[in-house]
């Protein structure tokens, strides 16, 4: 069985950084993307980045570019969401997604993704 376990959220000041981990077990892990999103209370469900192994091109959302940076790891199926200079708009609850043999084309391509995590928490305090 495919599962995403998020892990790494938490309390932190404006400014500061978090690096919030999504461990894969059960894919095969080739050809496949990811994304990150996020939903605050009361808000919709946000894609903040999208990763397609297949082309090497991450998509961000307008709001986080130049301050989140996604990597992965292919040794232990883990991807990485590096939060910069956080704002209290990103507090949210996190979440990642991932599909072995599939092809993300735009950010919000990776909102058909099948498997997702249960997501963790940021809270960013002013």
């Known amino acids: 069985e495919e599962q995403l376990v998020e892990s790494g959220g938490g309390l932190v000041q404006a400014g500061g950084s978090l690096r919030l981990s999504c461990a894969a077990s059960g894919f095969i892990w080739f050809d496949y993307a990811y994304g990150w999103f996020r939903q605050a209370p009361g808000k919709e469900r946000e894609a903040v980045s999208c990763h397609s192994t297949r082309s090497g091109i991450t998509y961000y959302a307008d709001s986080v570019q130049g301050r989140f940076t996604v990597s992965s790891n292919d040794a232990t199926n883990t991807v990485y969401l590096q939060m910069n200079n956080l704002k209290p708009e990103d507090t949210a609850v996190y979440y990642c997604?991932?599909?072995?043999?599939?092809?993300?084309?735009?950010?919000?391509?990776?909102?058909?993704?099948?498997?997702w995590g249960q997501g963790t928490l940021v809270t960013v305090s002013s």
């Open positions: 997604a991932a599909q072995d043999n599939y092809s993300a084309y735009s950010l919000n391509h990776c909102g058909t993704l099948e498997v």
